[in-house]
């Protein structure tokens, strides 16, 4: 099941929350950096850790003070005009995000708006990107309940109109 909805991505109560992170696995602005104040500082302990995600891939930590069990850590691609590979790098990143989500046995997963902030990648064509990635791999890898967590009523439009196509 794919769903979106408008909510704080930091409060949901679900097997993995990701996080649209940035190389360095750093604490940084937007969802990254609320996902970061809401976990607390052992989320930094154990990116760091991590050693760095290269981009389109993800990398997975405990929650912390989170509901969420596990923070999955999804480095989107930067906007460059969509002629340098952005949307395989982008779809990699949902792609990955279910790997780790599955290998840490849950079944619930929440997604922001990967790569649509600092990133610039265009929301229309991240939705469609997001959408149609996850459609594809629940149909071929079983079911699992998928959230998008929209930080706005105009971000939660435009996946309603993909999920609704």
């Known amino acids: 099941m794919i769903r979106a909805i408008q909510a704080d991505i930091t409060r949901l109560d679900v097997d993995a929350i990701v996080n649209a ?4 696995l750093a604490p940084g602005g937007g969802v990254c950096g609320a996902i970061h104040a809401a976990a607390g500082p052992e989320l930094a302990a154990a990116c760091a850790r991590l050693g ?7 990398r997975i930590t405990p929650g912390f ?6 923070v999955i850590h999804a480095v989107g691609p930067v906007w460059h005009g969509g002629r340098q590979g952005e949307a395989e ?11 780790r989500l599955r290998e840490a046995g849950g079944r619930s997963i929440a997604f922001p708006a990967i790569s649509t902030g600092i990133y610039g990648y ?3 064509e991240a939705t469609r990107v997001a959408v149609a990635t996850l459609r594809e791999e629940l149909a071929a890898e079983g079911d699992l309940d998928v959230t998008f967590a929209c ?9 309603q109109k993909e999920l609704d196509a």
Request: net charge positive.
């Open 21 to 24: 992170a940035n190389a360095a």
């Open 52 to 58: 760095g995600c290269p981009t389109g891939e993800a």
């Open 65 to 70: 003070r989170l509901k969420a069990r596990h």
């Open 89 to 99: 790098q982008l779809a990699g990143c949902y792609r990955a995000s279910l790997s």
């Open 122 to 124: 265009p929301r229309e």
């Open 151 to 159: 930080f706005d009523a105009a971000m939660l439009a435009l996946y």
